[in-house]
């Protein structure tokens, strides 16, 4: 319950600090957007082949978005020493894992919304019935990113030119998630369902349990690195 | 409240920042922690704050080592440092606010007015952190104590920043924090003024402890183990 009461704190504060500065919300939204257009320009795709390709290209508009939002993760930490404040606090370092995961999933889930749509626009998608299947995929995906983004952005937080290193450390460890949740986005789009697509989904989940797990766990350790 | 440091060193890599610190501190001491520039006094507070930890040895807090799982140890300690661990938009109301619900204590609205009135802040109470002087920071941090009320309060630099009337408010408001029986520990280059306030000094040099003793009139010792450090070897 304690938990639960520090992480609603830190991720209220966190909220807080967003609504008034707009910061991260505002680029990643402009950026994933901005994104969506480019591949459209970039890629003539016929109706047929939309179903292979438009999955992929979309979550890696979500995931180069996603990676601004995790560059800027603890820029309020980083000012005044603020995140000093918090370790010497009696606040369980496993609260603040989740709250800044739940945090950078707030902010991706409303850039998700907001550029799902247009992405429909954009590539002509012929029906809507498989958008609230895809957003639940989109969102079982971006809490595997937001957990090992979390956890990888608190470790390279002293690093020097971190912001090149983050993406470098964390996108060969995203594969299985990317993988799982193309699959299941393409399978989606194009049959309507997951069909044999269900051991990616198992795949996407299990990778979210893990992770989150090891994220509470570890996490003391990876903000003393 | 009693400190007790046994055998602490911490490492930067291969530099040791700190080597093998023994030092007790009981409840009401008031001790100023003076070295020159590198010595460890900014890491030894760190250590006790629970900010990092350390290579070897253990910090005690009444007999409870102070670990990474010491929750309850590290909320009896405050670390107040100008300036720092305020959020910049956040105001001066939000962040004491926010800090009491971090440390769990249950304080109303009247209770912050008051600290906010006390440091002469009540004007700016709904200012952003960020719009405040380095001085009225430091002032916010000193109200952020008054309300935690740490049993071990530790200060780095505390009076680089404050006027007047801010160096008077924070002192009264140490020396009532070590009557209540709190330990405070005051790392400081402004020798002379912290040694007026404090009861005790200890002096570091390179990581190592050269010096600690009560505080009593003339202190013959303190001059000779401080002059080593200035210039012509003479204080």
């Given amino acids: 319950m304690k938990l639960v009461r520090q992480t609603w704190l830190l991720l209220r504060k966190d909220l807080l600090l967003e609504l008034r500065r707009r910061e991260s919300l505002m680029t990643m939204f402009f950026f994933g957007a901005l994104l969506l257009f480019v591949f459209n320009f970039s890629f003539e795709l016929s109706p047929a082949r939309v179903g292979e390709l438009a999955p992929a290209l979309l979550w890696l508009a979500f995931l180069f978005t996603g990676t601004l939002g995790l560059t800027q993760l603890f820029e309020a930490e980083r000012g005044n020493h603020c995140l000093d404040g918090l370790l010497m606090s009696p606040v369980d370092r496993g609260a603040l894992f989740l709250a800044k995961t739940c945090f950078n999933i707030v902010l991706m889930v409303l850039v998700e919304l907001t550029v799902m749509p247009l992405f429909w626009i954009l590539f002509s998608l012929p029906s809507w019935r498989p958008l609230p299947a895809l957003l639940l995929i989109a969102f079982l995906g971006t809490i595997g990113f937001c957990v090992l983004g979390t956890i990888l952005s608190a470790a390279t937080l002293k690093a020097r030119a971190r912001e090149l290193l983050l993406p470098l450390v964390l996108f060969p460890l995203m594969i299985p998630l990317i993988l799982a949740t193309i699959r299941c986005m393409e399978a989606l789009l194009r049959l309507g369902e997951l069909g044999d697509s269900l051991p990616w989904l198992r795949l996407l989940i299990g990778f979210d349990v893990i992770f989150l797990t090891v994220g509470i766990l570890i996490f003391d350790w990876v903000v003393d690195v | 409240m009693l400190v007790t440091v046994h055998q602490l060193a911490k490492a930067y890599g291969y530099f040791w920042a700190l080597k093998d610190l023994e030092i007790r501190a009981t409840g009401g001491e008031r001790i100023a922690l003076l070295g020159p520039n590198g010595a460890g006094k900014t890491t030894f507070l760190r250590l006790l704050a629970g900010a990092i930890y350390p290579t070897r040895g253990e910090i005690r807090f009444d007999d409870a080592p102070l670990t990474r799982q010491s929750a309850r140890e590290r909320a009896a300690v405050g670390l107040l440092t100008p300036g720092e661990h305020l959020y910049d938009n956040l105001t001066a109301r939000e962040n004491l606010g926010f800090f009491l619900q971090l440390y769990d204590k249950e304080v109303g609205p009247k209770a912050i007015e008051d600290a906010l009135e006390t440091v002469g802040l009540r004007r700016w109470a709904d200012e952003y952190a960020g719009a405040l002087s380095s001085g009225m920071k430091c002032r916010l941090s000193v109200a952020k104590c008054q309300l935690l009320k740490p049993k071990l309060l530790l200060l780095d630099e505390p009076y680089g920043v404050l006027d007047?009337?801010?160096?008077?408010?924070?002192?009264?408001?140490?020396?009532?924090?070590?009557?209540?029986?709190?330990?405070?520990?005051?790392?400081?280059?402004?020798?002379?003024?912290?040694?007026?306030?404090?009861?005790?000094?200890?002096?570091?040099?390179?990581?190592?402890?050269?010096?600690?003793?009560?505080?009593?009139?003339?202190?013959?010792?303190?001059?000779?183990?401080?002059?080593?450090f200035l210039p012509g070897g003479n204080r």
């Fill in chain 2, 164 to 228: 007047g009337g801010g160096v008077d408010l924070l002192e009264s408001f140490l020396k009532a924090q070590s009557e209540q029986g709190s330990v405070i520990i005051i790392a400081s280059h402004h020798i002379a003024r912290v040694l007026d306030l404090c009861t005790r000094a200890v002096i570091l040099d390179q990581g190592k402890l050269i010096f600690d003793e009560t505080r009593r009139e003339p202190w013959d010792s303190f001059a000779r183990a401080f002059g080593a």
